[in-house]
C-alpha cells in the first residue's frame, strides 16, 4: 500500500531509509504508468498479461490502480471476465502469493477466530464465492479465487472503494470436479461438497463472524454460487445483514438498464409492458433479470404482478418452463405459466417460434445457440428484435456481435456479456455492440452502501441502479446501437448510480449516514490511487 517504487521524494527516502536503495531519481508515477503498460503489452498472451498485473499489484498497489484506472477499456478484461475464466481453471499454475482468506470447512466452529488474523479492522467490503459455479465453467472449487479478487478490483478501479477496505474471501466446501481434485497444484480440500444443513450451517456461522469481526454494515457480496444456493442464500439473508448476490441482482440491473436503452432506438416498441421476454436458460441469472423486469412493470408501469410475470418465458435444457412441468426449483415455478402454447419440439427455434419474443436472452452459456435460424425468425416475428448474449466468458456466448448484426443485417439490438469489437457492414454501416458488464452497478451499489451506510441492500435499490445507468446512455451512444455508455466513463457513471442508489436507500430508511449532496460530491470522495 506505502511502496512508491522510484517515486519516494528524496525527504521520504532519508526517513523511510530508502537512500541508496532506490534509483537516485524521482520518477512520477505517469511515467511509472507508461512505463509499466508498455511491459503489459509485451506480455505474449492474455493470461501473462492477466499475471504480470498481478505481480505488479503485489508489488504496488496504487501504480496498478493507477494503471488500470487510466487504461480501463484495456485493462478490464484482463483483471476479470474473460480473461479471470483462464485464470481460475489455470490458478494453481499462475499462483504466486495468497491475496484476502481461504476459509475451509475445517473451519467450521472456529470462523471467526479465523478472521481475526486478518490485520485490517474496517472492512466495508467482502466478496464471497464456494467456487461452485465459477461463469459458465462449472465447479473450480479453491481455484475460483480469481472470482473475489476481481470484483473487488473492479469495485477499487469502477467504483472508487478504498481498496484498505475491502476483502476477497473463498470459502472451501469441497469440489465435485475430479479433474480439479487431481490436478497436482490444487490446494484446495479433496473432498466431495458438503450439502445439507452442515453446509447452511458453516455459511450461517460466517455471515455471523463477518458481522462480529467487523461490522453489521458490512457489505457482503455473493459470488459464483451454484443456482441451488444463490437465490435460496440471498432469500435468508437479504434482511437479515447487509448484502447482495451480483450474480442474480447485478445481472439484472445491468440488464435491464440495456433494455431500458433500447425502448430509446428507432423502430423499438417504447411501451415495456408491450414487450415479450424468452430467457434461454434457468438459472439464477436469468430468473434475476426477469424479477427485476417485473418489479419495474408493477411499480412504475401498473402492470399487475402475474400479468408481469407472464410476459417473461424461460426455457432450459429440458425445455419450455410451464405450470405442471415436473421436478422445476422454486425459483422456476414463478414463471411456470398456465396454459403455455404448443411447441413443435423443445428445441429454441420451436419456442422462439410460438412465444414470439420481441426480446431473446441468452443465459445459457451454451455458445452459438443463436444461430441462424434463430437470429432471422427473431427478424420474422419483428422489426427490431432486442437479443441480448449474456453468457460469460467470451467461449459461451450465445453469439457473437458480428454474427448477430450480419444475420439481421444490423436490424438486431445487441448486448453481450463480455466486451466484442465494432461490426462493419458490407455496406459501411459500423455497430459498437454494448456490453452488459456487471462493473456498471456493484461497484457503485457497493459505493453507494458505504456512502450511506445502507443496513439492507433492497431491490429497488437495484432498479434504480439500472434507471441510473440507463440515463448515462447517450444519444451519440445510441447512434452507434450501443446500449450502455463507454466503460471509459465508468467512474463517472458509478457516481451517478451510487447518488441513485444513495437516494433510494434513504427513502426506504435504510441509509443510516446523510447521503451526499450530488454525484460530483461522490466522485470527489473516490479512492484515488495517487502518490
Known sequence: VLNKGSGFQDEERANLGLSGLVPPKVVSLEVQVKRALEMLRRQPTELDKYVFLQGLLGRNERLFFKLVMTNIVETMPLIYTPVVGAACQNWGRIFQAPRGMYISYKHKGSILEVLQNWPVDDVRVIVVTDGERILGLGDLGCFGMGIPIGKLLLYNGCGGVDPLHTLPIQLDTGCNTPAVRNDPYYFGLDMDRVRGSAYDEFIDEFIQAVQKRFSPSTLIQFEDFAQGNAARLLTKYQYECCTFNDDIQGTAAVALAGIFSALRLPGVEKDLSKHRFLFYGAG????????????????????????????????????????????????????????????????????????????????????????????????????????????????????????????????????????????????????????????????????????????????????????????????????????????????????????????????????????????????????????
Open 284 to 531: 439464477s441469472a436469468g430468473i434475476g433479470i426477469a424479477d427485476l423486469i417485473v418489479a419495474d412493470l408493477v411499480t412504475n408501469n401498473g402492470v399487475s404482478k402475474d400479468e408481469a410475470k407472464r410476459s417473461c418465458w424461460f426455457l432450459d435444457s429440458k425445455g419450455l418452463i410451464y405450470a405442471g412441468r415436473s421436478n422445476l426449483t422454486d425459483e422456476k415455478e414463478k414463471y411456470a405459466h398456465e396454459n403455455p402454447p404448443s411447441l413443435e419440439d423443445k428445441t429454441l427455434l420451436a419456442a422462439v417460434r410460438a412465444i414470439k419474443p420481441t426480446a431473446l436472452i441468452g443465459v445459457s452459456t451454451i455458445p452459438n445457440s443463436f444461430d441462424t435460424a434463430i437470429l432471422k425468425e427473431m427478424c420474422a416475428l419483428n422489426a427490431r428484435p432486442i437479443v441480448f448474449a449474456l453468457s460469460n466468458p467470451t467461449s459461451k456466448a450465445e453469439c457473437t456481435a458480428e454474427a448477430c448484426y450480419r444475420e439481421t443485417n444490423g436490424r438486431a439490438v445487441y448486448a453481450s456479456g463480455s466486451p466484442f469489437a465494432p461490426v462493419t457492414l458490407d455496406d459501411g454501416r459500423e455497430f459498437v455492440p454494448g456490453q452488459g458488464n456487471n462493473s456498471y452497478i456493484f461497484p457503485a451499489v457497493g459505493l453507494a452502501v458505504c456512502l450511506c451506510g445502507a443496513k439492507h441492500v433492497s431491490d429497488l435499490m437495484f432498479l434504480e441502479s439500472a434507471k441510473a445507468l440507463a440515463a448515462e446512455t447517450t444519444e451519440e451512444d445510441l447512434a452507434k446501437e450501443s446500449v450502455y455508455p463507454p466503460l471509459t466513463k465508468v467512474q463517472t457513471v458509478s457516481a451517478s448510480i451510487a447518488y441513485a442508489v444513495c437516494k433510494q436507500a434513504e427513502k426506504e430508511g435504510l441509509a443510516t449516514r446523510p447521503v451526499p449532496a450530488s454525484p460530483d460530491e461522490i466522485e470527489k470522495r473516490m479512492y484515488d490511487p495517487a502518490y
